[in-house]
């Protein structure tokens, strides 16, 4: 765990007197836009901030739409006690490798699922497992969505029908297997990127949540999206744990609360996004498929599997967790 320097924690924390000490400040990052109505982490940090503030003398002061960078780039702020918070999701994966089984696909058969497996023993274990390799306390569970397919060329309805399809995919290996376990060709290509190769045809489609699809306008790049649910996304709002620490029992009570309710907002402002992206993208054009739980069954069968091997080989030791998910999803499900 990195450790931190009391100066670097006193500078994060706001602890700055002239006279006497001033009220501490939180900062906390995210990627998403700032207002609250359709932003899963801008709602969220809004509704931290309003708490906190409303029932603390502490000042929260949010930093939307990468004004601190990007999550690796805040990740690593907050560890070294630089900034205070923040609201990531994939990159938690690269600084504690366990968090990268919450990826495997088709794990989560819906949103109800995944939270009770993040709010239940799995998601605590998970985050005191973070703690111990990163200095950072997940303090709750909040939301980016689902990943669904989109593609330019034929409807999709089963893995059969990707055969020979290129698909951009994040420059992560995870989702490079996924993609080749279904039987389509993956293309990591960078965020910033995709627009371009989608309109260019590099590649025939990609894989991202409604609410991005639609806030992209990749549905006007697009014609078919079938809503395959591949990947639950997680956010994790996560404060440095030193930082943490240096807060009263009852400031760390009112945190750790503000900081659920705030997962709760992103939570329940993705569901919105979804739905409402859904009816927008149909309305504008778009064809959209649902599938069967039988063809479900048939990309499960064959993305699985296939990255569950190459994942249990990547995390050694920490393959372990592969199990400890799948037994957590088990009981969420009956
Ligand atoms: C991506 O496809 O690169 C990401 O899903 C973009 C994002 O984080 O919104």
Not at 69 to 80: D, K, L
Not at 251 to 257: L, V
Not at 307 to 324: F, M, N, Q, R, Y
Request: overall charge neutral; hydrophobic content about 40%; some cysteine.
């Amino acid at each position: 765990m990195k450790k931190l320097s009391i100066l670097k924690a006193v500078a994060a924390l706001g602890f700055f007197a002239s006279t006497a000490i001033a009220a501490p400040v939180i900062k906390l990052g995210h990627v998403d836009g700032s207002e609250w109505q359709t932003s899963k982490k801008g709602s969220a940090a809004i509704i931290f901030k309003k708490i906190v503030e409303g029932e603390t003398d502490i000042k929260v002061e949010i930093f939307p739409a990468k004004a601190l960078g990007n999550e690796s780039e805040m990740i690593q702020q907050v560890q070294e006690g630089i900034t205070s918070m923040a609201i990531v999701s994939g990159a938690m994966s690269k600084v504690c490798p366990a968090a990268s089984v919450l990826d495997i696909p088709y794990t989560f058969s819906s949103p109800s699922v995944a939270w009770d497996v993040l709010d239940g023993q799995f998601g605590k274990e998970l985050s005191a497992h973070c703690l111990e390799e990163t200095g950072l306390r997940t303090l709750a569970y909040g939301e980016t969505g689902f990943r669904n397919f989109t593609n330019n060329t034929k409807e999709i309805k089963t893995p059969a029908d990707m055969k020979g399809l290129k698909f951009r995919v994040m420059p992560i290996p995870l989702y490079v297997e996924m993609v080749k376990g279904l039987g389509g060709e993956p293309t990591p290509i960078a965020w910033s990127e995709l627009p371009n190769a989608l309109s260019t045809g590099v590649v025939d489609g990609q894989e991202n949540p409604v609410g991005t699809i639609y806030n992209n306008k990749f549905h006007k790049l697009q014609k078919y999206m079938i809503l395959d649910n591949h990947v639950y996304g997680a956010d994790f709002i996560v404060i440095n744990d030193e930082l943490f620490g240096m807060f009263t029992p009852a400031q760390q009570e009112i945190i750790q609360k503000a900081a659920r309710i705030a997962g709760t907002m992103g939570r329940a402002i993705q569901q919105f996004n979804t739905a409402d992206g859904v009816t927008k993208i149909v309305a504008e054009g778009m064809k959209v498929y649902s599938p069967t739980k039988d063809e479900l069954n048939q990309f499960k069968k064959m993305a699985q599997p296939a990255v569950k091997k190459w994942l249990a080989s990547e995390l050694g030791s920490d393959s372990v967790w592969i199990k400890k998910l799948d037994k957590a999803v088990q009981e969420a499900t009956n």
